[in-house]
């Protein structure tokens, strides 16, 4: 077990349960240790970051700001294939979750692809970071993700994505995919947002779904 592996360990034991003025004064500081351990692995990537201009503490750092850094992307990008702990990997994968990084998809799905199927929700970000970035000529591998059951949760942002993908096909695929009650709610929003008609009788039929994002969804959906 790491060092970062160590402070987890032992902030998991402290979460969630009575704290006493001392473990409180702990918890605060794993947190501020836990940010260095993830600062410190990222340290190359900083340095790149520096040099083109850009200034972190860590990956985070860019996430949570409103300033663009479009010189900052092609070294995310370089850096996603890095062996950095999840939560690293997910920042980067966040950063480039922005219109800068527009027609970079592809390193974003080799990522996905390699992702274990169980981290789905770190497969999630990934996703949704595909979704914003994405061009046409991503939508074929769209197409084959969305369909494949076994990517679970992870697809939900994608599945919404083919909304802006205004073509017969992506309109029978959305069709297709609100028999699938894991990604039906985006299903339903995307056909919404094409306008399909072709989809009208069987939303109405949702709209009477008992799952109340489903009925949410449907009732958004046949107003536009």
Do not use: C, F
């Not at 402070?7 to 260095?36: D, F, N, V």
């Not at 990997?89 to 480039?96: H, K, S």
């Not at 914003?132 to 992870?154: A, E």
């Not at 094409?194 to 009925?215: F, G």
């Amino acid at each position: 077990m790491n060092e970062l592996e160590k402070l987890q360990q032992r902030r998991s034991e402290l979460y969630g349960k009575p704290k006493s003025e001392e473990e409180t004064e702990e918890y605060m500081a794993l947190i501020s240790k836990i940010e260095a351990e993830y600062a410190k692995e990222t340290a190359g990537l900083r340095n790149e970051l520096n040099n083109v201009g850009v200034y972190i503490y860590t990956v985070w750092d860019l996430v949570n700001t409103k300033k663009p850094y479009p010189q900052a992307i092609d070294i995310l990008i370089n850096h996603l294939n890095e062996d950095y702990h999840d939560k690293n990997i997910e920042g980067i994968i966040r950063a480039l979750t922005v219109k800068e990084a527009k027609g970079n998809a592809a390193a974003l799905i080799k990522k996905y692809e390699e992702i274990p199927k169980i981290k789905d929700n770190l497969r999630w970000v990934v996703g949704n970071a595909i979704a914003n970035v994405m061009t046409m000529s991503d939508v074929d591998w769209i197409y084959q993700t969305v369909l494949d059951k076994s990517n679970g949760g992870s697809r939900s942002q994608l599945v919404y994505a083919l909304g802006t993908v205004k073509t017969e096909k992506s309109e029978d695929i959305l069709i297709s995919l609100l028999d699938d009650p894991e990604v039906a709610p985006q299903a339903i929003a995307a056909l919404g947002m094409m306008k399909s008609k072709k989809a009208k009788d069987k939303i109405m039929l949702l709209n009477k779904s008992t799952n109340s994002l489903i009925r949410l969804e449907s009732k958004k959906a046949l107003k536009k």
